[in-house]
């Protein structure tokens, strides 16, 4: 049985939640403050809680193991995630201003939906999963699961929480939110594009075979 030692692990300062806005600028364009503020306490917590000391130290990964970017890190994935599903926001909504789609919580949704990965790609969990799955399971908990943990826990909306809970396989047994529809479809175009530039390492080709995706050589 594993007790932590401490919560959160280190403490949470304002250098970290700096390091946040710096790594991710899109939180800037959350409109609400309370929602902005709390955006940014559940990444610190959630880094606090890890072995990273900031986002862009997060590997470009979906998972561990899987879709790895040949260069870049999770902060890139995250804005694009963001800045793509904003598109899609923007674009409905200016096309037809009668549909009703809520652009902070797609915002905030984007920058967060990978809250979880602090927990799920963190050295000493993976080694503690992968010394006795028998015992902890493997991981214990995905990152959406840890994400909607973290997400409650610094009092952000249950909006969030459910858009990083939803965004990947666990919300297949959920109906998703419309803003949480988007950040899902918007992630997973992100890593199937990166997958066709050719911008992820070979061991996951067969995947990309799968969504009938051929990785094209890169420039040089
Ligand atoms: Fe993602």
Not at 21 to 28: I, Q, V
Not at 55 to 77: C, T, V, W, Y
Not at 106 to 120: F, N
Not at 165 to 180: K, N
Request: charged share 25%; hydrophobic share 40%.
């Amino acid at each position: 049985m594993h007790f932590p030692d401490s919560r959160p692990r280190r403490p949470i300062t304002q250098a970290l939640r700096d390091s946040v806005l710096e790594d991710l600028p899109e939180l800037a364009q959350i409109g609400h403050q309370q929602l902005r503020e709390r955006c940014i306490e559940a990444w610190a917590y959630a880094l606090a809680e890890s072995a990273f000391e900031r986002i862009s130290d997060l590997p470009g990964e979906a998972n561990p193991g899987m879709f790895r970017l040949k260069r870049g890190n999770q902060a890139a994935h995250l804005r694009g995630v963001t800045r793509i599903a904003l598109a899609i926001a923007d674009d409905f909504a200016g096309e037809f201003p009668e549909a009703d789609i809520d652009r902070d919580l797609v915002i905030a949704g984007g920058l967060l939906h990978d809250v979880g990965k602090c927990w799920e790609f963190d050295p000493a969990n993976r080694a503690r999963w992968t010394g006795d799955p028998s015992q902890t399971g493997s991981p214990s908990l995905r990152h959406p699961v840890y994400g909607a943990h973290i997400c409650l826990t610094v009092g952000l909306p249950e909006e969030i929480a459910h858009i990083a809970l939803g965004h990947s396989y666990e919300g297949e047994h959920l109906i998703r939110s419309l803003e949480c529809l988007i950040v899902q479809r918007a992630d997973h175009l992100w890593w199937s594009i990166a997958g066709g530039c050719g911008l992820l390492t070979p061991e996951n080709d067969a995947i990309l075979a799968g969504r009938k995706i051929t990785p094209r050589a890169l420039r040089g």
